[in-house]
């Protein structure tokens, strides 16, 4: 039997991997988030109905005092996340980020048998690096992390996920980071490029509309959610990690404009003109991660067709359009 707590459990990444443990029966699972971004939608509500699953809500900019239990694993997805949230409200996006990171390495320490501490960092840490024209693509875990633009409100983000890294690097307990690249499916916030597009494209007529897409030419390597959380299951208690820092994420590279493209003739609207722009924050021209490390542990080297992840994703954002 495992005991895992989950924080953010309500949110994209945190409610699909709950979602797969929950189906072992031998594991208990409490998951706690303040619902500021995750929802008690029916599929969340659906999963705490389960046996093993728990939910409190919780905002963990708060001291954790939970007395009864002893977690073998803990899973920290929550923070603020989004490119608006980064634009409107940097200073949270700091301050609360690496609060929550503080607050759960006390209450982690606090735990007997806690076996790991699996933290979920970002691609966005090496921002700099790439605007510095030192990034090699694909990029592996260990490139030099290169601080730019401090002022910019977007570093906020990448800084507190450096901060809260290092925090946990130097916590003592002994610790997973995961850097996701581009995870998406259902389910994950409407702030993000794929569930934007298919919400614009959804409104516009096929044949008379026009439809802006911004950075264009940006390349990034999209994730499904399910392959993403087949690599978490295996990475998370996996005895041959004696690696700390996995990338999480597909080898394979996308212009926008194509996955524009490719969503329009899911969509049945292709006849809609795509008007290129460019976009005015520091969204960063590409994203790959190098696999190597997260392969030799995983094996798993397939992953969900593109077509196929992008028509499930899109089937979803339709029904709640
Ligand atoms: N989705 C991706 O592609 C991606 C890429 C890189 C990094 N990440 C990281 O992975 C993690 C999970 O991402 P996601 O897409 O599932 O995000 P998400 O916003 O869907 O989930 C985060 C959850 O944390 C909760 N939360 C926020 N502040 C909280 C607080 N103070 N107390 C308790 N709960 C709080 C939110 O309500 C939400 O349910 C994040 O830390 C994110 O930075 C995600």
Same mark, same amino acid.
Not at 70 to 78: E, G, S, T
Not at 105 to 126: D, G, R
Not at 233 to 252: A, D
Not at 286 to 305: S, V
């Given at each position: 039997?495992?005991?895992?707590?989950?924080?953010?459990?309500?949110?994209?990444?945190?409610?699909?991997?709950?979602?797969? +443990?929950?189906?072992?029966?031998?594991?208990?699972?409490? /998951?706690?988030?303040?619902?500021?971004?995750?929802?008690?939608?029916?599929?969340?509500?659906?999963? !705490?109905?389960?046996?093993?699953?728990?939910?409190?809500?919780?905002?963990?900019?708060?001291?954790?005092?939970?007395?009864?239990?002893?977690?073998?694993?803990?899973?920290?997805?929550?923070?603020?996340?989004?490119?608006?949230?980064?634009?409107?409200?940097?200073?949270?996006?700091?301050?609360?980020?690496?609060?929550?990171?503080?607050?759960?390495?006390?209450?982690?320490?606090?735990?007997?048998?806690? #076996?790991?501490?699996?933290?979920?960092?970002?691609?966005?840490?090496?921002?700099?690096?790439?605007?510095?024209?030192?990034? #090699?693509?694909?990029?592996?875990?260990?490139? !030099?992390?290169?601080?730019?633009?401090?002022?910019?409100?977007?570093?906020?983000?990448?800084?507190?996920?450096?901060?809260?890294?290092?925090?946990?690097?130097?916590?003592?307990?002994?610790?997973? /980071? +995961?850097?996701?690249?581009?995870?998406?499916?259902?389910?994950?916030?409407?702030?993000?490029?794929?569930?934007?597009?298919?919400?614009?494209?959804?409104?516009?007529?096929?044949?008379?509309?026009?439809?802006?897409?911004?950075?264009?030419?940006?390349?990034?390597?999209?994730?499904?959610?399910?392959?993403?959380?087949?690599?978490?299951?295996?990475?998370?208690?996996?005895?041959?990690?004696?690696?700390?820092?996995?990338?999480?994420?597909?080898?394979?590279?996308?212009?926008?404009?194509?996955?524009?493209?490719?969503?329009?003739?899911?969509?049945?609207?292709?006849?809609?003109?795509?008007?290129?722009?460019?976009?005015?924050?520091?969204?960063?021209?590409?994203?790959?991660?190098?696999?190597?490390?997260?392969?030799?542990?995983?094996?798993?080297?397939?992953? !969900?067709?593109?077509?196929?992840? +992008?028509?499930?994703?899109?089937?979803?954002?339709?029904?709640?359009?």
């Amino acid at each position: 039997m495992s005991k895992i707590l989950i924080i953010g459990g309500a949110g994209f990444i945190g409610f699909a991997l709950a979602s797969r +443990l929950s189906k072992k029966k031998n594991n208990e699972i409490m /998951i706690i988030d303040n619902l500021s971004r995750g929802k008690l939608d029916a599929d969340f509500l659906k999963l !705490t109905q389960k046996k093993n699953v728990k939910f409190v809500k919780k905002n963990l900019t708060e001291t954790l005092d939970l007395k009864i239990y002893n977690f073998d694993y803990i899973f920290q997805f929550a923070a603020i996340v989004g490119v608006r949230n980064v634009y409107s409200k940097p200073f949270n996006v700091l301050d609360i980020n690496t609060k929550i990171q503080s607050n759960l390495i006390q209450f982690a320490n606090k735990q007997k048998n806690l #076996k790991k501490f699996i933290f979920t960092s970002t691609s966005e840490v090496f921002i700099g690096t790439l605007e510095k024209k030192k990034l #090699k693509f694909p990029t592996p875990e260990n490139e !030099t992390i290169i601080l730019n633009q401090l002022s910019d409100p977007r570093s906020t983000y990448m800084l507190s996920k450096i901060y809260c890294e290092t925090l946990l690097i130097h916590s003592g307990l002994n610790y997973l /980071i +995961l850097r996701p690249h581009n995870i998406f499916g259902p389910r994950m916030g409407n702030d993000h490029v794929i569930p934007e597009l298919i919400t614009r494209i959804e409104k516009l007529k096929n044949n008379i509309n026009k439809l802006y897409v911004e950075n264009y030419n940006h390349k990034r390597a999209f994730c499904y959610i399910e392959d993403a959380i087949d690599q978490i299951i295996i990475l998370y208690n996996s005895k041959k990690v004696n690696y700390k820092i996995i990338n999480i994420g597909s080898p394979k590279e996308k212009k926008i404009y194509d996955l524009v493209k490719l969503i329009l003739k899911i969509m049945k609207k292709n006849k809609i003109k795509i008007i290129k722009t460019y976009g005015k924050n520091r969204s960063p021209q590409r994203r790959l991660p190098d696999l190597k490390l997260n392969i030799k542990l995983t094996n798993l080297t397939k992953r !969900t067709n593109l077509n196929i992840a +992008l028509s499930k994703t899109i089937e979803w954002y339709i029904k709640k359009i």
